[in-house]
């Protein structure tokens, strides 16, 4: 190495208190026009639940006025909401879908 050769050591610290990123519920509200068909479709297409417990969680939907279908860090609850709030608009259906932090 030569008097001109600048030799740069980065000072580089790994972050250890790197937290899990926060988690969101994804809810589907009751209305009087989309079907029990089309919410459970919706449920095992776009949150891959089975025919089991898509037809639950629909029943639960119906009967209780709304109900957690996923929990899911809020980027994946946005896009999963937003999928289905899509397909449901595009099949003429009303289904409303919210996001609330998990507890």
């Known amino acids: 190495m030569s008097k001109t050769d600048i030799v740069v050591k ?11 990123p926060s ?7 009751n ?4 079907t029990m068909e089309f919410v459970v479709e919706s ?3 776009i949150f891959h639940h089975t025919e089991q417990t898509a037809y639950e969680i629909t029943l639960k939907i119906h009967e ?6 996923s929990t899911l860090p809020y980027e994946i609850a ?7 709030t899509l397909l449901a608009r595009n099949n003429g259906f009303p289904l409303n879908i919210k996001l609330e932090p998990a507890s």
């Open 31 to 34: 209305d009087n026009v989309t």
């Open 10 to 20: 980065p000072r580089i610290q790994a972050k250890t208190n790197i937290q899990p």
């Open 78 to 84: 946005e896009q999963k909401g937003v999928e289905a």
């Open 64 to 69: 209780e006025g709304s109900s957690v279908v």
């Open 23 to 29: 988690l969101f519920n994804v809810i589907y509200l």
């Open 43 to 45: 449920l095992k297409n």
